[in-house]
């Protein structure tokens, strides 16, 4: 039997309820006030399949609705209970630092793209290294555009552009501002003609359960 | 998927990807955020660099997320 990791929470009188992945009862695991929100296993699921991402996800959203939570990254097995609590307890400073920064918290992703078309195939390696040189001025431009909603966040993670995004942000804001950092995008995505812009959200922290980088 | 939706799209975006990227923000984040405990993931998928699979095939092979 191997125990299914959900999310790192605070102890609390409210118990997560109900079933995660393969419709296996939740259960917390407690060590000195914090909780792993957990399923077991005989064998845990190794597939991206789409019932155990709802379930996991599910899952996700009902520890949240309780209180400050880290989400865990999907898959993430361990072998019993007691390697569960020596997690928790090898990790506790930094688990409960983060759990307090992410309180009352949400995540909130943005995702700008060239409205422009991307250039097609290249005659020639010159053209190439021009079209090449045009993105990044394309991606710096977006990213520096988007710095108005740096102000409204509590961190600011930057993730790799990603397919045909120039810029991929993800947003630690106050669960009481979701709305007006949504209207402030799109106040920008008025703004900005030559870029698309889209917000989505509120997801669990889940850029935000590692310290934040330098 | 229940809580997380598309916010704001500009009008173009919208057409073409909104919820293409709802879901792929999801799976992006699945497996490539989150608290990690070191050498105990055990799923396949979770080296994939989402970021190279192509949004179409990901759409096809998960899009009963979005219609259940």
């Not at chain 1, 988007?146 to 804001?173: F, I, K, M, N, T």
């Not at chain 2, 999801?26 to 190279?52: K, P, S």
């Amino acid at each position: 039997m191997s125990v299914l990791l959900y999310a790192i929470a605070e102890q609390g009188p409210r118990r997560i309820g109900g079933t995660g992945v393969g419709e296996r009862p939740l259960r917390e695991i407690a060590q000195d006030g914090l909780v792993a929100v957990v399923s077991d296993h005989e064998r845990p699921p190794h597939t991206l399949a789409p019932a155990h991402v709802r379930a996991y996800e599910s899952a996700l959203e009902r520890a949240m609705a309780r209180g400050a939570m880290l989400p865990a990254r999907f898959g993430s097995v361990l072998a019993d209970d007691p390697a569960v609590n020596a997690m928790l307890a090898d990790r506790r400073g930094e688990l409960a630092a983060r759990l307090e920064a992410v309180r009352g918290a949400v995540e909130l992703s943005v995702r700008a793209f060239a409205r422009a078309p991307a250039a097609g195939p290249h005659a020639s390696g010159t053209e190439y290294i021009r079209a090449r040189l045009e993105e990044r001025r394309r991606a710096a431009a977006a990213a520096r555009a988007l710095r108005p909603l740096d102000a409204l966040a509590r961190e600011v993670c930057e993730h790799d552009a990603a397919g045909d995004s120039l810029v991929r942000r993800s947003y630690l804001v106050d669960a009481a501002r979701i709305e007006g950092f949504a209207a402030r995008v799109a106040q920008l995505g008025d703004e900005l003609p030559e870029l698309d812009l889209v917000c989505t959200g509120p997801w669990p922290p889940f850029s935000f359960a590692g310290a934040p980088r330098p | 998927v229940s809580g997380a939706r598309t916010l704001y799209a500009s009008e173009r975006a919208r057409v073409r990807t909104t919820r293409n990227v709802t879901l792929v923000d999801l799976l992006d984040r699945l497996l490539g955020g989150g608290v990690v405990v070191h050498g105990h993931v055990t799923l396949a998928a979770a080296d994939i660099d989402l970021v190279d699979v192509d949004i179409a095939l990901l759409v096809a092979a998960t899009d009963e997320l979005f219609t259940a």
